[in-house]
Each structure stands twice: as C-alpha cells, then as structure tokens.
C-alpha cells in the first residue's frame, strides 16, 4: 500500500535522534546525540508525545520525529 504517485505529502522533520556523533549535522530540526539504545527510544518516544508527533525508525537505527 503506496501513496499514488501524485500526491504530494509534506512532512516536517521536527527532530532527529542517533547514537552516531558523525550522523548530527545541521538543520532546523532539533538533533540529539543518545549514549545507548535505551536512551535514544525514551527520548524520542517524549519528544513525540510532547509535540504530537510520529516516529520512524531508519534502517540506520536513528529515529525521526515528524509530522505531516
């Protein structure tokens, strides 16, 4: 189940959160350097409650706060 080539969504990453210190780069989004994986769950799962957001977890391991 895709979305239809022609719809376009506009998603706005609200924050970035990774074990990977090489990974944090620049942008408006907030980005947070966690020290394990326990870490880096819990505070992703806040942050999207805090500002009623979604998460997505990238194959790289570092979770994305969105909304849409």
Known sequence: MGREAGTKVNYDVLALVTLNKDRIIGGKQLTLLASDEEEQ?????????????DVVKMTSGDYLVIRG
């Open 41 to 53: 769950k819990t505070m992703t799962a806040d942050i999207a409650k805090a500002l009623k957001a």
